[in-house]
């Protein structure tokens, strides 16, 4: 069946340091990707999205590119700041409109 | 301001007794979900529902029910017969469109639900 996999945490980085978090996933046909982000004590908001093979979802500095040949969708940004410290997910798309989640990735940053 | 309001943000259960979370939108979506999450794990599909008076289970529907009279509104309810109750509880919302694949999902600030 379909699933996503992201790399363990918890990942620590000093402020301005760059960003890597690993999102692979297994599904048949070309499914919606997203990175969801969670504050503590809150919900998730939506990060960025990809739909199709090659695009790439941007915000906030974030970036990820959807990559059907590695089927992988790795969120990266350049220079983080302490307020990024959060729990990132990825998240694929069914068709039938549920997603399938990673178990998330805690980030947190260092001053 | 649109969006999705749950609460309490706070509940306390006692055993053999049922609890019901509230969850509110106004966004004028279609599709609502409720998800559960447990420390250090992804979110887990509980029930889902695409239209007023229809829903559907998710993953681990088991020891819950949820019902859909209004659009705005979709409360779950944790029964006694969810013998591990204590988590996280997530509400999100989507519009369902003709594309798809292009809808992400809104989410509330969740409830944290716990035993006494």
């Known amino acids: 069946g379909d699933s996503v996999t992201q790399m363990e945490g918890p990942v620590t980085l000093s402020e301005e340091a760059f960003l890597t978090i690993n999102c692979t996933y297994t599904a048949t046909g070309y499914p919606s990707l997203f990175w969801y982000v969670q504050y503590p004590g809150e919900g998730l908001q939506l990060l960025l999205k990809a739909t199709k093979a090659d695009d790439k979802g941007s915000n906030k500095g974030f970036e990820a590119t959807y990559r059907k040949e590695t089927t992988s969708f790795h969120l990266e940004k350049g220079s983080v700041q302490v307020s990024d410290s959060a729990v990132y997910f990825c998240?694929?798309?069914?068709?039938?409109?549920?997603?399938?989640w990673g178990a998330g990735t805690k980030l947190i940053i260092k001053p | 301001d649109g969006g999705i309001t749950q609460s309490p943000k706070y509940l306390f259960r006692k055993e053999g007794q049922n609890v019901t979370l509230s969850c509110e939108q106004n966004l004028n979506h279609d599709a609502m979900y409720w998800y559960r999450q447990d420390p250090g794990q992804g979110l887990r599909l509980i029930y889902y529902s695409q239209i007023v008076n229809d829903f559907q289970k998710g993953d681990i529907a088991e020891g819950y029910s949820v019902s859909r009279e209004k659009k705005e509104s979709f409360p779950l309810t944790v029964t006694s017969a969810q013998k591990n109750p204590t988590a996280f509880y997530l509400c999100?919302?989507?519009?369902?469109?003709?594309?798809?694949?292009?809808?992400?999902?809104?989410f509330g600030d969740g409830t944290r639900l716990s035993i006494l």
């Open positions: 999100a919302s989507s519009t369902l469109t003709t594309d798809r694949k292009n809808q992400p999902q809104h």
């Open positions: 998240a694929l798309r069914k068709s039938n409109y549920q997603l399938i």
